[in-house]
């Protein structure tokens, strides 16, 4: 399976960006699809998930501003983010999990894009 993250840059506090990630290769029918994100100096943190069946969630920095979506034709998973503050700076990955049982399974990770929010 192979991840390729795209759409992040630099934007002002306040704006909004759109990131993409598109996944290739064995993805299973029950999967999760997610990003997270690694500020300098900090651990990679969850940033939102998506089921294939469409469940979402979000952590609690991010609950209204940000929107996760996917296209299941696609396997393609988006993250809509509004209101971006600088505390939003970070390495952004995309991580799909092919579900074998309950919750687990095995993870696949992109290469990460990086968004700087700064005026």
């Known amino acids: 399976v192979q991840l390729q993250a795209s759409g992040g840059g630099l934007v002002q506090p306040g704006g909004s960006r759109r990131l993409s990630c598109a996944a290739s290769?064995?993805?299973?029918?029950?999967?999760?699809m997610g990003w997270y994100r690694q500020a300098p100096e900090k651990q990679r943190e969850l940033v939102a998930t998506?089921?294939?069946?469409?469940?979402?969630n979000y952590a609690e920095s991010v609950k209204g501003r940000f929107t996760i979506s996917r296209d299941n034709a696609k396997n393609t998973v988006y993250l809509q983010m509004n209101s971006l503050k600088p505390e939003d700076t970070a390495v952004y990955y995309c991580?799909?999990?092919?579900?074998?049982?309950?919750?687990?399974?095995?993870?696949?990770w992109g290469q990460g894009t990086l968004v700087t929010v700064s005026s």
């Open positions: 991580k799909v999990r092919n579900i074998v049982v309950g919750s687990i399974g095995y993870d696949y």
């Open positions: 290769g064995s993805i299973f029918s029950s999967n999760v």
């Open positions: 998506i089921t294939n069946g469409e469940d979402t």
